[in-house]
């Protein structure tokens, strides 16, 4: 269960949302995608293309060589200590390909979107046709989104429940903007919501039913509006991954020049600890990304060098307070609160 | 025996330590409940494996009552009505509006009480974990009443031993949360507190822990004793090492 915090105009998180639905399309997975707010069709008409093996990889390859041979042409000379540190890799390698790269520039040919199965739930649509159903207790959208997800998993075989209804690919869900006004939750509008239980049960609920099932499903809620911070955490206590999305657009780091290669950062809350004592942990937890004409990347964020010709630059305070939150394994200096004046 | 220990992490992960009871009370021969409200049974069968013990043999010789909460919540909810069984479900609490937790307490106390052929050393309550009840509705009340009533029946009625896990944190917005974690502290015989480093993340050590022994509860006026150690978790093992000797430094 993948939960995403959107950032604040959810721009990027249905970027990423895109991103996850896409993949599906390519690697042949049926699709469930469930809205309140845009019809499943459009966001289905609206997938990045994937980008064709040949191309990408020739781009990179250039990329990469461009590179090494900065390496080759000096050793380091003042900061010679550095040099036996393993250089470090901005973006994945191209040696090890995990999935598909996307344009996203294109959206994707109706011949392959429409390759796959997929279901949609639509929740006005939903709303006006079904009869009332049993709830326990839960907003009632949240309780038919459910039932739907059941019904679609129990008929397709994706819980092996019916032997000869084999299934051989797995179902991908995609529900946007849960908890938000347009679902019937108000725990976006209020500190005291009327049913503070709703999206933790549903989210409990979705957990069982993932957990039986071959499915994988991605989340994006509006966090910044949730008033209740207590449901946040419950959240994170209930999902297996917790990614957030922080965009700079409209903050002062938009023009922070600490930041400005970047559109944003990827905070990681929580990675899955699944069937054993021990979780993948990466080596660094600073990650920004960026939307570059065709790609979205995610990257380690780098600091600039500091190459300013005044002494101190006019946000010095706030970017040592920045830099203090990052850990060390980039290779710009390291900024203390007090600078030694020469 | 009849002891109540309290597993509770903050700003890390602490279900390395439930894990760990597990295997340790099934290897010692005693008579486990398991309320598993946060992951599948495979997940704690493929972690219990890694640590020598088998809960699908543990199952079936019957030293072993897991209930797995996932499971339960959508035989609540998908399922047909369930009059006609009799047995209500233990999460029944989840589609009444009254919020207690009697259903799962009469489930636990059922199966931990020896019937005629049983030949296992004394029972054990563990619950992963409390915090996920009160994401489900239950009121922090309900919880503390449950937990209360598991106390009388498994440690004093039974001589038994309870195990469990809360999470907390130290600038948490849940104080229902918060309230059901600082009460259980105080009426626990021992507390681990699994705590992520307070200079944020380490490669070589994940964490610390505190141990807890609250000889303050007995009455021979003695102050609790605190232990702290720091740990990294491996594959198969946890190890444990004073604080700042991690293998990585020396």
Redesign the interface.
């Known amino acids: 269960l993948v939960f995403t915090e959107e950032d604040k105009y959810g721009l990027y998180s249905n970027l990423l949302f895109k991103y996850f639905l896409a993949e599906g399309v390519v690697c042949g997975h049926d699709l469930f995608v469930a809205s309140a707010k845009d019809h499943p069709d459009n966001i289905l008409k609206e997938l990045p293309a994937p980008l064709l093996d040949d191309t990408h990889r020739h781009e990179l390859g250039e990329e990469a060589t461009a590179v090494k041979c900065e390496d080759f042409h000096g050793s380091m000379k003042i900061a010679w200590r550095y040099q036996n540190l393993p250089k470090v890799e901005a973006s994945p390698t191209t040696s090890t390909k995990f999935g598909h790269y996307y344009d996203v520039s294109k959206t994707m040919s109706p011949e392959l979107s429409q390759s796959i199965k997929w279901h949609s739930f639509y929740l006005p649509e939903e709303l006006s046709s079904q009869p009332k159903m049993k709830t326990c207790n839960m907003n009632g959208a949240y309780a038919r989104l459910l039932h739907s997800i059941q019904r679609i998993i129990y008929q397709e075989g994706f819980d092996g429940s019916d032997p000869q209804k084999k299934q051989k690919t797995i179902l991908r869900i995609g529900i946007q903007s849960l908890g938000s006004m347009l679902w019937g939750d108000d725990i976006c509008s209020s500190d005291t919501p009327e049913d503070i239980h709703s999206l933790t049960k549903f989210l409990y609920v979705l957990r069982g039913l993932l957990r039986k099932s071959l499915s994988a499903c991605i989340i994006t809620v509006p966090a910044h509006l949730i008033q209740n911070k207590a449901i946040m955490e419950r959240v994170t206590n209930l999902s297996d991954t917790v990614v957030g999305l922080e965009s700079f657009i409209g903050s002062e780091r938009e023009t922070n020049p600490l930041y400005k290669d970047y559109h944003g950062l990827v905070h990681v809350h929580q990675i899955p600890r699944l069937n054993s004592l021990i979780c993948d942990v990466s080596d660094t937890k600073d990650l920004a990304f960026r939307l570059k004409r065709k790609l979205f990347t995610i990257e380690r964020l780098h600091l600039p060098p500091d190459l300013s010709d005044t002494v101190s630059r006019a946000s010095k305070q706030d970017l040592a307070e920045s830099a203090k939150l990052l850990s060390s394994g980039c290779g710009a200096m390291a900024i203390g609160k007090k600078h030694l004046d020469f | 025996q009849g002891k109540f220990t309290l597993l509770r992490d903050t700003r890390t992960?602490g279900?390395?330590l439930v894990?760990h009871f597990l295997s340790f009370y099934l290897r010692a021969g005693c008579k486990v409940c398991f309320v598993a409200l946060?992951?599948?049974f495979?997940?704690y069968n493929?972690?219990a494996q890694?640590l020598g013990v088998s809960l699908t043999a543990a199952k079936e010789r019957g030293q072993l009552v897991f209930l797995e909460g996932?499971?339960s919540?959508?035989d609540?909810?998908?399922g047909e009505e369930q009059e006609q069984s009799g047995q209500p479900s233990p999460l029944q609490f989840?589609?009444?509006?009254a919020s207690n937790l009697k259903a799962l307490f009469d489930f636990v106390r059922t199966s931990l009480t020896p019937t005629g052929s049983d030949s296992w050393k004394g029972p054990v309550l563990l619950v992963d974990d409390l915090?996920?009840l009160?994401?489900?509705?239950a009121t922090p009340v309900a919880v503390l009443d449950f937990i209360h009533y598991c106390r009388v029946a498994v440690c004093s009625q039974l001589k038994g031993n309870v195990v469990v896990l809360v999470?907390s944190?130290e600038d948490?917005?849940?104080?229902?949360?918060e309230l059901v974690a600082n009460s259980l502290c105080h009426h626990s015989d021992l507390i681990l507190w699994v705590e992520g480093l307070a200079t944020?993340?380490c490669?070589d050590v994940h964490g610390q822990i505190k141990i807890i022994r609250r000889a303050s509860l007995e009455l021979t006026a003695e102050q609790d004793h605190v232990q702290i150690y720091q740990y990294k978790?491996?594959?198969?093992n946890?190890t444990f090492f004073a604080r700042g000797l991690s293998a990585a430094v020396l």
């Open positions: 992960d279900s390395f894990h946060l992951q599948s495979s997940h493929i972690v890694k996932l499971k919540c959508l609540l909810v998908f989840m589609s009444e509006s915090s996920v009160l994401s489900l509705g999470h944190n948490s917005e849940d104080e229902e949360n944020g993340f490669k978790i491996q594959d198969k946890v």
